[in-house]
């Protein structure tokens, strides 16, 4: 069975920087499309980062310049790396995947992680 675990939320003065892990576990043959999103209370899930299995991305307008996504394919992990951090970072989040599984190759499916809480000071 397929699993996301997410790391690395935690609280952070603004200005400062954590970096989000999502570790993929189970029966797949590679990870295709990954991406992070966040939900802040009261407020619509957003798209934060993609990136696809050629390793091009895309980011959210906020977060441009502020944020990276990065893979490793090797060990099935996707990570977010958040510098400059503000107040309004603070949210929920989530990894994203679509996965290719060994039963099927021709088959994508989607996960999501349980959600890491990202929480910033002012």
């Known amino acids: 069975q397929v699993q996301l675990v997410e790391s690395g939320g935690g609280l952070v003065q603004a200005g400062g920087s954590l970096r989000l892990s999502c570790v993929v576990s189970?029966?797949?043959?590679?990870?295709?499309?990954a991406a992070w999103y966040r939900q802040a209370p009261g407020k619509q899930r957003e798209l934060v980062a993609l990136?696809?299995?050629?390793?091009?991305?895309n980011y959210g307008d906020s977060v441009k310049g502020r944020f990276t996504i990065s893979r490793d394919d090797t060990k099935n992990t996707v990570f977010l790396q958040m510098n400059s951090l503000k107040p309004e970072d603070t949210a929920v989040y989530y990894c994203?995947?679509?996965?290719?599984?060994?039963?099927?190759?021709?088959?994508?499916?989607?996960?999501w992680g349980q959600g890491t809480q990202v929480t910033v000071s002012s």
């Open positions: 189970g029966r797949i043959f590679k990870i295709e499309n």
């Open positions: 994203n995947v679509d996965v290719t599984p060994v039963a099927d190759y021709r088959r994508r499916d989607t996960y």
């Open positions: 990136i696809t299995s050629y390793a091009t991305t």
